[in-house]
């Protein structure tokens, strides 16, 4: 661990004559910058601390101002303070007059306001930091309160539901609670410039929660691959659809270490732990994670510093870490294209690298922006590196062409020669405190981000403004960056806190501390209402035991509850009164039910009441003592119950001690009656003290309460049970001519009763009966039916053939023509179906003879099938179309014809058959078509069955002939049934029509050609002519060729295979040839 050393010592009391005259070099600014006055909230101002000011995100102290996107939020007096945009409601809910509580642009401020109300509401605030879209602030209870954009479950409420949230987009204003690890508070709390956060908790463990589609969460596993954990954002080009997640996980630490100081980039997170190791985890896409490599990573790795230096603080821009070494050095990885890697190369780093101070800089505190970082060196001097675009660098440097800040590849002075003692960077913006909590920002001023009023300046201000207005400036409360006031900044100390738990510093030296209070690393505190201490040097409190209490501070004993009061619970500052009903002694940690049968209606008592005769107590603790409700007694004192009123008795009102008797015409007959029973109608009571009534027996009756005897039942009436309280008269159906009766006589068979209270029974008349006893009515004969005598006891059917259709009638009629009555019984003559008749009176319909039909139902006759059709079945409706290849030419066919031979029908419903055509055939009976003749083949007669063979010697060329052709000279045909003829061979010749042979030339005769009708004579050898031939032979090849090409020039000519003589063979058919006979 870091000892200082002589230099070290000279800086420390440097550091503290430096805080000394602070305040003093202050009074030349045009701001009134004095310390805080002191207040009962202790230990966060100026005057109670050793050294002012804070290292972002560690546990040694707290950040009071913090810098978000475009915004920036302070501590200050416990309750947090906002300034500049508010979009999404990083600066929380803003009053507005007329308007009521309203965020977004329009509630841009300007100068610090307090818009939550923090403190009023959840308690005094010592920390707060801000990011992109979401705020968080830290209590001294532990407790984290957010606020803001939700979209990634930044405000960490444990609600992954972040669809639509108090009417608005994924934002909720109003402050929610962390829900942070059961039994654990928050120390510290960082925030990412995008969408996540951290923080310390005090069993040592770091929790982080928000958008973790890196794993920047530190647990080990990304949103995309744990969907159902994560929030469903839908953006519209569903950009990481689950985002992150609002429940905070717990960084997956190797080794359990634990964290002292973590911060959070864009995308990933670092952290420094208690053996001052650098841990970074999640996006790497320019090596921010430090390892040599781009592979992103959803659990903390060692990142090593050269050396093996020990880190003391870490700072997280977008895309790039530094780190304060122990020996005060300061080293960068990441991107560094626009110099925040500060050693001048502009070179991106995959592991650290040392940034160029200048000489005898010793850096003590380090912030981080977007793209650059701000320094506090222990001279008090600031220091910033890298992007300069809005200013943020507070340079003071002259701006580029397109007024722009230029950037810094070095650490360069922030202008203005101030001492801070607390410096915060955020996207674009820097803030920074003084000593005395004094503020200033700088950076891009629009929309109020700089807190001094600028809201509407554009550009930039690139050196440090006062926050707050002339007559109002800001004060931040402060953090301890010394807190054993040993000169040693804590975060260099190995001995951070000079005196242990049980002790506390005086005069720099550790001295027990007194009986009544407590020291937590030195740090001393007294025993709070409801805790003592009766020993001195002990770090913590007695909580007083229950039945006892301690309503000072500072107390070395607890108190024994007083008799009439007691105390439950432990650590309490006072005793709880008694409640009515309860009694106790001293140093009751519970108060005593009063027993059954007593009571107290007072509080703070110390004994109970016994209850007076005529009430009663039956629970522990009551208050008052109940009555004897009406039906009970109690003659008795301290008694838990009363005594319910015997039978036959009865208690009228409540609180009474005594019972009553019932009187004549009353009863009681159960326990406990407040009053007693009126006899029933249909019962009596005869004697007094009775316990039941009596019922009426059957026969009498009795209709009024109250009463002592009954009526019998009238002629034509009847009480058929005991108790009834009315006669009842004899139903429809029963008659009673005797008195006092207990039940009706039912009327006979064959009779009937038809009003009520009848003292005789009616015979049933001609075309009713009564087949069963008890009837009120007689029954009509149903239709199908009839009664033809007085007093009968069933109807008779109607007999098949006849029908009825009324009811009650005394006799049948028969069944009209064309209709039938099939059974006995029958209402209705039923018609006979198309296919049957019959005649009058039937009970059966005939069926239609073959050859014959009925069409329509409820016909008396049948009809003959018309020529043309027929009908083979027995009982049909209509009759069949004769088939085509069938006709029938008579009435009442039974089957239909088929056509002959050589004759043929197409149609339907015919009364006979057409001939064959010449050319055509019918080979078989029954056809329905024609058949042609194929070629080769003639018919020349209609109304045949087969065609002819051509004869040898003829042809016929096609389907369908009536004739055949001779074969023309030239040709021949042997064969019969030909289509064509054969031409004649070479030196054959036929000279005739209808040949049945060629002749071959006689011997000395030639013919070179086919199809000729002669020969043709030749020499006796070729050698003897051919001198004298071949001149007369060239002059007529010349003739013949120029003949042939006249004739081809001028006349279409058909040639055969061998024309070269000029000749035509041309066959004779006939114009008649396949031509249908008409």
């Known amino acids: 661990m870091f000892r200082p050393n002589l230099v070290d010592s000279i800086i420390s009391l440097t550091m503290c004559f430096l805080m000394i005259v602070a305040p003093l070099t202050a009074l030349s600014s045009n701001y009134e910058e004095t310390a805080l006055d002191e207040e009962t909230r202790k230990y966060y101002t100026t005057g109670s601390l050793n050294m002012p000011g804070f290292q972002s995100g560690s546990i040694y102290s707290n950040d009071t101002i913090s810098v978000g996107d475009q915004y920036a939020c302070a501590v200050s007096n416990g309750d947090v303070l906002c300034w500049g945009r508010n979009y999404y409601g990083t600066i929380g809910y803003i009053h507005t007059p007329g308007q009521g509580l309203q965020y977004g642009s329009e509630t841009n401020k300007e100068y610090p306001t307090n818009a939550n109300s923090l403190y009023s509401h959840y308690g005094y605030f010592v920390e707060v930091v801000a990011g992109a879209q979401s705020t968080c602030a830290l209590n001294t209870e532990g407790d984290v309160y957010c606020w803001g954009g939700n979209a990634y479950g930044q405000l960490g409420n444990g609600d992954n539901d972040v669809s639509d949230n108090t009417g608005q987009d994924r934002e909720i204003i109003t402050p929610r609670s962390v829900l942070l690890p059961e039994n654990t508070s928050a120390i510290s709390i960082s925030s990412s410039e995008t969408q996540h956060k951290c923080a310390i908790l005090n069993n040592s463990e770091t929790v982080c929660w928000g958008q973790n589609n890196w794993g920047q969460l530190g647990a080990g596993w990304t949103c995309d691959e744990d969907e159902d954990s994560c929030t469903e954002i839908n953006t519209d080009n569903n950009y990481w659809e689950y985002a992150g997640t609002s429940f905070p996980q717990v960084v997956d630490f190797p080794e359990n270490k634990s964290a002292i100081s973590v911060d959070a980039g864009d995308s990933f997170t670092c952290a420094i732990t208690e053996d001052h190791s650098i841990y970074c985890w999640g996006r790497n896409n320019w090596g921010q994670l430090g390892q040599g490599n781009y592979n992103s990573l959803s659990s903390p790795a060692l990142v090593e510093l050269p050396g093996d230096r020990e880190a003391v603080a870490i700072a997280l821009a977008k895309e790039s870490v530094c780190a304060i070494s122990m020996d005060q050095n300061v ?5 560094g294209a626009i110099g925040q890697l500060g050693n001048g190369n502009n070179q991106t780093k995959t592991t650290p690298t040392l940034v160029i101070l200048e000489e005898g800089d010793n850096p003590v505190s380090i912030t981080a922006g977007g793209a650059f970082y701000c320094l506090i060196l222990d001279t008090g001097q600031s220091k910033c590196w890298g992007e300069n675009w809005h200013g943020g660098l507070g340079d003071g440097e002259p701006l580029d062409q397109w007024n722009n800040g230029i950037y810094q590849p070095y650490p360069f002075n922030v202008t203005g020669n101030h001492s801070f003692s607390g410096i915060e960077s955020g996207l674009q ?19 109020g981000a700089i807190g001094d009023g600028s809201r509407l300046m554009t550009g930039q201000k690139n050196w440090p403004s006062r926050v707050g207005t002339t007559t109002n400036p800001l004060f931040t409360d402060a953090s301890e960056l010394d807190h054993d006031d040993d000169g040693i900044i804590t975060i260099f100390d190995s001995n951070p806190y000079m005196c242990s738990s049980g002790f506390y510093q005086v005069e720099n030296i550790c001295i027990e501390v007194p009986a009544g209070s407590y020291s937590v690393n030195g740090i001393q505190y007294l025993c709070d209402i409801g805790t003592y201490q009766p020993q001195s040097g002990q770090d913590s409190c007695l909580e007083a035991d229950p039945g006892h209490y301690v309503n000072v501070i500072n107390s070395s004993n607890q108190d024994e509850c007083l008799a009439g009061t007691h105390q439950p619970n432990s650590a309490q500052g006072e005793c709880i009164g008694n409640s009515p009903g309860y009694y106790s002694l001293n140093g009751a940690d519970q108060q005593i039910g009063c027993p059954t049968g007593s009571y107290q209606p007072s509080a703070n008592s110390t004994d109970c009441i016994p209850t007076d005769p005529g009430y009663f107590t039956n629970s522990i603790g009551s208050s008052s003592q ?10 008795y004192s301290s008694q838990i119950t009363c005594i319910q009123a015997s039978m036959g008795y009865f208690v009228a009102s409540s609180g009474s001690n005594s019972q009553e008797m019932c009187t004549l015409g009353n009863y009681s007959d159960s326990l406990g009656q407040s009053e007693c029973t009126l006899a029933s109608p249909g019962y009596y009571v005869s004697v007094d003290g009775s316990s039941s009534q009596e019922a009426c027996e059957s026969g009498t009756y009795q209709t009024l309460q109250g009463q002592t005897d009954c009526m019998y039942a009238s002629a034509g009436y009847y009480v058929p049970s005991n108790g009834s309280s009315q006669q009842i008269s004899c139903p429809e159906g029963s008659f009673q001519p005797a008195g006092g009766s207990s039940s009706c006589i039912l009327a006979d068979p064959g009779f009937y009763v038809s009003d009520l209270g009848a003292t005789e029974q009616l015979q049933c008349q001609q075309g009713t009966f009564s087949s069963e006893e008890g009837q009120e009515a007689c029954t009509p004969a149903a239709p199908g039916f009839f009664v033809d005598t007085d007093g009968a006891t069933a109807p008779s059917p109607c007999p098949a053939g006849q029908y009825q259709d009324s009811e009650g009638s005394g006799s049948c009629v028969d069944s009209p023509p064309g209709y039938v009555t099939s059974a006995d019984g029958s209402s209705t003559a039923s018609p006979c179906q198309p296919g049957t ?76 058959c057409m001939n064959a055509d010449p050319g055509n055939f019918v080979p078989s009976t029954g056809r329905s078509y024609q058949n042609i003749c194929e070629k080769g083949q003639y018919q020349s007669e209609a109304g045949q069955s087969e065609c002819l063979m051509a004869d040898p010697g003829n042809f016929v060329p096609s389907s369908g002939a009536d004739k055949q052709f001779p074969c023309s000279p030239g040709s021949y045909q042997p064969a019969s049934g030909q289509s064509n003829c054969e031409m004649a061979s070479e030196d054959h010749f036929v000279g005739e029509s209808g040949a049945t042979e060629q002749t071959p030339c006689s011997s000395g005769d030639v013919q070179p050609n086919t199809g000729a009708l002669k020969c043709l004579k030749g020499p006796s050898t070729f050698g003897d002519y051919l ?15 120029y003949k042939y090409r006249k004739k081809t020039d001028g006349v279409a000519t058909k040639k055969g295979r061998n024309d070269k003589w000029g000749e035509k063979t041309i066959d004779y058919v006939p114009k008649t040839i396949g031509r249908k006979r008409k």
Request: hydrophobic share 25%; net charge negative.
């Open 626 to 635: 109940t009555a004897c409700p009406a039906g009970s007694y109690q003659p």
């Open 837 to 912: 008749y019959a005649v009058a009176g039937q009970s059966s319909c005939v069926d239609a003879d073959p050859g014959n039909f009925v069409s329509d139902s409820a016909q008396s006759s049948q009809q003959l099938c018309e020529q043309g059709t027929y009908q083979p079945e027995s009982g049909q409706s209509s009759c069949l179309l004769s088939q085509p290849g069938n006709y029938v030419d008579k009435y009442g066919a039974t089957e239909q014809t088929p056509c002959d031979e050589g004759t043929y029908q197409s149609g339907q419903n015919k009364l006979g």
């Open 1027 to 1041: 001198p004298i031939l071949i001149i007369p032979l060239l002059i007529v090849a010349s003739a013949l060729f």
């Open 429 to 447: 913006n820097t803030c920074a405190i003084k000593t005395n909590g004094s503020a200033y920002c700088w950076g891009r001023p629009y929309d």
């Open 331 to 335: 080293y960068c990885w990441g991107y």
